[in-house]
């Protein structure tokens, strides 16, 4: 994106061509070489007060903006040939916003213009009108030329860009977020959508689909489908799918049909056994009409991807300056003891630094897999699953715990923000097992057919607790449950210790989360 001080440089070449053009027409006093004046200068006036506002995207382009000077060029020449100076800007705009390729367009677009209506207008054109035209596009064209590698390496020598970029958006969505009047979630959002289809087209069942990676993944549904249904839906919202987002975007095969709503979604669905079959639907018409909900439910998925890439940047930094602070920090004071321990004044100074030692050795274990928490993450080619036995592998590593995964998976995947709350929960909990249970085996079991899960960890320990003052997990895996309508449950065992779930139901329609449990209990 041009930066201000390309807009700059273009609207003080607008400014000095009003200056030279407006000079000889004031001077000589050419009455209607004034007209073409005043509206040359509302253009560019309205193109440099558009230009302080690029995100709302309303300033002519370069082709649309040389074709109106052209226009203005043609009409007042014979009034004012100073006006023919105002061919030189319109290259230079092109060049600066778009490059080289779009400056070459608009040098056409613009010699069309005054060429055509010129001859339009005043049914000739003069030899001394000609050459003056030649003149002012080829310098326009020799001073892009020359400008277009200041706009070249400007545009790539401020690494600074993207963040301010970034930090005018950010702005702008903190302002716009109190007047979305349906939030930003997913799952409703797209409950909603399927209400309107339901509304629309008589169905047994509908599905949501979103893209992740090469897979389709499901956000909503009207009903559970059976297995063959569920198969038959994903099918045709593959289908669809590659179709390729020129062709209709639409595919009816019997009972069944799926349309494209936008880039990121796809709806699926099954007709009512009773229903004919053979009977074409007007998707296109349907998804016409679904433009509303579509563009809430991008925003959503948008919103999503930008929260999962700030999230995991954020995890990052705390981890590296955890490892680089703190853990080293401790590490020192560890070597301080292991000094004061060589040489001990007495036998009980000896207990008392063997003791600081054992501690300090347990903090930094407690840091390492703090960080190795907050690296740890779930990707694009790795399921649910398998990032939690890849943290029940370690912590059972690092504390000598058995922890046995049983995990019952289809290769349907879930939302990637609804794995990663998830797979926190999961891993919070597992950590809480070996800290505080005193356990001596901890069983982890995944299941998970897309959009619904269910994990569950349960522990031979002491069981729940009195509260803590300094224990948020509890408090913190309920709010995580709460972001995407799932349902923790947190309770003693018949014999001994504590079992851990979470329960994922598949969204059904816009409805608020369930109200968490309100024991405090903690580990």
Request: charge should be neutral; proline fraction near 4%.
């Amino acid at each position: 994106m041009p930066s201000s001080q390309t807009y700059a440089v273009v609207g003080a070449a607008r400014f000095f061509a009003l200056l030279a053009i407006g000079g000889p027409i004031l001077w000589f006093r050419q009455g209607e070489g004034l007209l073409a004046l005043l509206a040359l200068t509302a253009v560019w006036i309205y193109q440099g007060i558009t230009a302080i506002r690029r995100d709302l995207d309303l300033s002519m382009r370069p082709s649309t903006e040389a074709a109106t000077v052209g226009a203005i060029c043609a009409v007042g020449m014979v009034y004012a040939p100073s006006i023919l100076a105002a061919l030189v800007v319109p290259p230079l705009y092109a060049t600066a916003v778009a490059g080289m390729r779009t400056m070459a367009r608009t040098v056409l677009v613009e010699l069309i213009a005054v060429v055509a209506l010129g001859l339009m207008w005043w049914e000739r054109l003069t030899g001394e009108q000609s050459v003056s035209i030649f003149t002012w596009v080829m310098a326009g064209v020799g001073l892009s030329l020359i400008a277009g590698v200041t706009f070249s390496s400007d545009r790539g020598a401020d690494p600074l860009a993207p963040y301010r970029d970034a930090q005018q958006h950010l702005k702008q969505l903190l302002d716009l977020s109190g007047s979305l009047s349906s939030g930003l979630d997913v799952g409703a959002l797209g409950g909603e959508l399927l209400s309107r289809v339901s509304d629309r087209i008589p169905n047994r069942g509908l599905v949501l689909y979103v893209p992740r990676g090469d897979d389709l993944t499901p956000v909503a549904s009207t009903i559970e489908l059976e297995p063959g249904d569920s198969a038959a839906c994903e099918t045709l919202a593959c289908d669809v799918r590659g179709l390729g987002k020129g062709d209709a975007g639409t595919v009816q095969i019997g009972q069944g049909f799926a349309f494209r709503v936008t880039d990121q979604a796809i709806v699926a669905g099954l007709r009512p056994a009773a229903s004919d079959g053979d009977r074409r639907l007007s998707l296109g018409n349907l998804a016409h009409d679904l433009a509303d909900c579509a563009v809430k439910l991008d925003a959503a998925l948008l919103f999503a991807q930008f929260r999962d890439a700030a999230t995991a940047d954020e995890r990052n930094r705390l981890a590296r300056e955890m490892h680089d602070g703190v853990a080293q920090d401790i590490a020192s004071l560890g070597y301080i003891i292991d000094a004061l321990a060589a040489r001990p004044a007495d036998e009980q100074q000896a207990k008392y630094l063997a003791l600081l030692r054992e501690r300090v050795s347990t903090v930094v274990g407690e840091v390492r897999r703090s960080v190795m928490n907050l690296r740890t993450s779930i990707g694009e080619n790795e399921s649910l699953g398998g990032a939690i036995s890849g943290v029940a592998r370690h912590l059972s590593e690092s504390s000598g715990i058995p922890i046995r995964v049983r995990l019952d998976e289809q290769p349907q995947r879930l939302r990637p923000e609804v794995e990663a709350e998830l797979f926190r929960i999961a891993q919070e909990a597992m950590n809480n097992a070996v800290k505080h249970a005193r356990a001596t085996a901890i069983d982890v079991r995944c299941q998970v057919y897309a959009p619904e899960a269910l994990i569950t960890i349960t522990d031979n320990g002491v069981g729940l607790q009195r509260a803590r003052t300094d224990s948020h997990g509890l408090k913190i895996m309920r709010e995580r449950a709460r972001l995407i309508g799932a349902e923790l449950v947190v309770r003693d065992n018949a014999s001994r210790g504590l079992t851990v779930s979470v329960s994922l139901k598949a969204p059904r329609a816009p409805k608020a989360a369930k109200n968490a449990p309100t024991t405090e209990e903690k580990r």
